[in-house]
């Protein structure tokens, strides 16, 4: 079933418009704003946005305790019932060498308009795939690979930017500026990262509250103090052919700007730790 949403110029990643119908991402939205505010926590990745504080993310399907286990807890059933995305991912295929064939772990993130997120990885903890659901405003998602020149980047230089400095402060590695791939995320679609491209780059969204596009699916990349992109001012949108939307295919064909929204995701993923017995009642499971 994937094979026919390869993005173009990736054997690694998988783009699936209108994935979820609009009553559906209707259903999911007012499920997910439902969510009492208290179970949202903020990311220090996470930029700071006009709009006001946001709630950030709620993580569902337990907690991930040390050495990557998790220790169960029930999904809210608006993930494995109606509209059953949980079992819908499994369905693509893209959890098939997976421990248990879907996602058992899913984090709900909220991003206000211009907020993103720095290039990070997911870490070790997760089998090699991850799928990611829009709901209610796009995105374009970048990954981004390390610099391979051989240098321990971890003192870090005031000038660095500020997608090398969020990673290199973890990790001491150095982080090319400028995309290897880019994508368009449209409400309803899934974007999934399988293998090397999950293992050994980065991703990340820029904090802007617009998309500026110049045509023929080329994006005009936000420029910042302190950012060194070279002579690189754009870059091609790898799956613009295969947006849906008539006014986002229009803006990215022939130009123009995209206003962000309040944009709601679904990351979910497969832990293949998972712990059994006593660990339930450390979360209050009987």
């Known amino acids: 079933m994937l094979d026919q949403y390869l993005v173009s110029g990736s054997s690694k990643a998988y783009y699936i418009p209108d994935f979820i119908s609009q009553d559906e991402e209707e259903y999911l939205l007012r499920k997910i704003t439902e969510t009492p505010r208290q179970k949202w926590k903020a990311l220090a990745t996470r930029s700071a946005s006009p709009f006001g504080p946001s709630k950030s993310v709620v993580r569902t399907g337990g907690e991930i305790m040390q050495k990557g286990t998790l220790v169960p807890q029930a999904m809210p059933p608006f993930l494995t019932t109606y ?15 997976s421990p248990h064939q879907r996602p058992n772990h899913v984090i709900m993130n909220e991003y206000l308009p211009g907020q993103g997120i720095m290039p990070h990885e997911d870490g070790p ?3 090699p795939v991850v799928a990611t659901i829009s709901l209610g405003s796009h995105a374009v998602f970048h990954y981004y690979s390390y610099r391979n020149d051989g240098v321990d980047h971890g003192a870090l ?6 997608s090398t400095r969020a990673h290199d402060a973890s990790r001491g590695r150095s982080v090319n500026d400028v995309p290897v791939l880019s994508v368009f995320l449209e409400p309803r679609s899934a974007i999934i990262t399988t293998d090397a491209l999950y293992t050994a780059h980065l991703h990340g969204i820029d904090d802007v509250h617009r998309d500026t596009f110049v045509g023929a699916g080329r994006l005009r990349l936000p420029r910042s103090e302190g950012d060194f992109k070279g002579d690189i001012d754009e870059v091609q949108i790898a799956n613009w052919r295969a947006v849906k939307d008539g006014e986002s295919a229009r803006v990215l064909e022939g130009g123009g700007e995209l206003e962000r929204g309040t944009r709601y995701s679904l990351t979910c993923r497969d832990v293949p730790k998972v712990a059994a017995g ?3 009642r450390l979360l209050g499971r009987r």
């Open 157 to 162: 230089n005031a000038s660095s930017s500020p």
């Open 278 to 280: 006593d660990a339930f």
């Open 83 to 97: 509209p059953d995305l949980m079992g819908r991912l499994s369905g693509t295929s893209a959890f098939a060498s």
């Open 125 to 127: 903890s997760y089998h």
